[in-house]
């Protein structure tokens, strides 16, 4: 990464020297017309990116997901990009998931990695996992492969059905179940995704290792539970993992400021339909962050004065996870000033809140970076 400086010292842009990757993306259904809004946005600046399997029909074999994949490359060419866009498929793993069609899937690559998410814990995860050991055979042909297992990591209920705080869901699944899961399969590559508390920052900071990574978002590093709460809730910002409080953030901080090389972005840009992000009687969960994904993190790295590190989190960590090498090329981000001034708008009408606009100018959020160039390597 260059940083070129001004006569006053003042950093004013940033190269990168390779492409960035998207580890955790929702490009949702294509005959929503949402697909076809979002996924360009993340084709214009990342090179790679995976899409989770919790659509309306979930990816719960090969043959969807194939055809999903398919949609998203016909997605993605409605963009601006000058460079190569190659997107990836989570899986959906369920309980009664027959191993062999896993492994058919994976070596079809129909799938890239499988996408664990506890039942009930976030959008569309009611088809999600219940007793976690009755995926035992489904880890173990995993490991055997050499697949990943991408986990939201949240424990939402007791065993006898009790729901468990929000705010405390992260560090009991990762006290509960990560462990016996990591203990279980040896081999296993896991990821554990959007970590959102000082808990998995230490957890992280003590295991982190090729076959145990972690993405976070651009909204745990930037924002805390004081600043989604502060004059009401503010519902762009409304997601799961909920934002924590202040130490949870600041540890989150701390461990990607010591360039831990087994963190990487994945922004879990989540778009809803305006409908159901701002009702006044609940709000969808997702932050939609897909039209500004890289500006964020650089602005979040820049907070806390990490800036040497963002390139590598960009684009080079974690990326052996799904069998990715660092892709060789240029991305150029200014130092300026802009706002978002327009709803994202589907073919069918839809309105979709991108993070940082408002109907009222003077309110919009300042993002302070701006990517200028993505180009592949010459």
Wanted: aromatic share 8%; net charge negative.
């Amino acid at each position: 990464m260059e940083l070129h400086r001004s006569l006053m010292d003042v950093i004013i842009d940033i190269v990168f020297q390779y492409l960035a990757v998207e580890r955790h993306a929702h490009g949702r259904d294509k005959h929503t017309g949402m697909m076809d809004a979002v996924v360009p946005l993340t084709a214009s600046q990342c090179a790679v990116a995976l899409y989770m399997g919790n659509v309306e029909t979930f990816l719960t074999t090969p043959e969807l997901a194939r055809t999903y994949k398919t949609l998203l490359v016909e997605s993605a060419r409605n963009n601006n990009r000058r460079h190569q866009f190659t997107p990836l498929v989570a899986g959906y793993l369920q309980e009664k998931m027959k191993p062999e069609d896993i492994i058919r899937g994976f070596q079809a690559r129909d799938w890239d990695v499988m996408k664990g998410y506890p039942e009930g814990a976030t959008t569309n995860s009611h088809g999600g996992i219940s007793n976690w050991k009755n995926c035992w055979p489904q880890f173990g042909a995993m490991e055997e492969i050499g697949m990943a297992l991408a986990l939201h990591g949240e424990r939402n209920k007791e065993v006898d059905g009790t729901e468990i705080d929000p705010f405390d869901r992260e560090w009991r699944f990762i006290d509960d179940t990560v462990g016996e899961i990591l203990a279980a399969f040896p081999k296993l590559k896991v990821s554990l995704e959007h970590i959102s508390t000082r808990r998995a920052a230490e957890f992280m900071a003590k295991y982190g290792s090729e076959r145990l990574v972690a993405t976070v978002t651009p909204q745990h590093i930037l924002w805390n539970r004081i600043d989604w709460l502060r004059d009401g809730p503010r519902n762009e910002l409304f997601c799961y993992p909920i934002l924590k409080r202040r130490e949870d953030q600041e540890a989150i901080q701390a461990l990607l400021a010591s360039g831990n090389r087994f963190v990487g972005a994945g922004s879990d840009s989540a778009p809803h339909p305006t409908t159901a992000k701002e009702g006044q009687c609940g709000c969808a969960g997702g932050v939609m962050s897909a039209h500004a994904m890289i500006e964020l993190y650089v602005m979040a790295f820049e907070k806390i004065g990490a800036l040497e590190h963002v390139e590598n989190f960009l684009c080079v960590n974690n990326l052996h996870i799904f069998g990715k090498q660092p892709i060789p090329g240029r991305t150029v981000i200014e130092k300026c000033t802009w706002t978002v001034d327009s709803m994202i708008t589907t073919s069918t009408g839809t309105n979709v809140h991108p993070l940082g606009y408002n109907p009222n100018p003077a309110k919009r959020m300042k993002y302070t970076w701006k990517v200028m160039e993505v180009s592949e390597a010459a």
